[in-house]
């Protein structure tokens, strides 16, 4: 069963399960430090940044894990990093235990670099 329609992105923050607040808090954190400009919206009932109009980036929440999810490419040029901390990288996405401490610095580099891809050459997803 798919997880109810959130209202808002802070309604989406308000119904996570306690193992997910932590990561998803942080992340949050991290984006706004990141992607200053952007604005938060909900994309597929999930919590992404947008700017003009463009999502950089999205959060998503699971039971065990969560997800910071760009556009392919950006994992892909960097998925050597995310495996040198520990972390899976998937088809767009760097995948985050709960179990597991956020590798902050990773994922603050990784939102910069979407952001000045973005504001170097106006790439959508």
């Not at 040029?77 to 998937?90: L, P, S, T, W, Y």
Request: aromatic share 8%; charged share 25%.
């Amino acid at each position: 069963m798919p997880p109810a329609k959130r209202a808002s992105v802070d309604d989406f923050y308000a119904c996570l399960p306690e193992a997910a607040r932590p990561h998803l808090a942080e992340l949050r954190e991290l984006g706004r430090a990141g992607a200053p400009q952007a604005a938060e919206e909900l994309k597929w009932n999930q919590p992404a940044f947008v700017q003009d109009g463009v999502m950089l980036f999205m959060l998503q929440a699971f039971k065990a894990h969560c997800s910071l999810r760009f556009p392919l490419r950006i994992v892909g040029d960097h998925k050597a990093e995310i495996e040198a901390v520990g972390c899976e990288a998937g088809e767009g996405f760097l995948k985050l235990p709960y179990k597991r401490p956020v590798p902050a610095d990773l994922c603050l580099a990784l939102i910069r670099h979407r952001v000045e891809e973005f504001e170097a050459t106006g790439a959508k997803w």
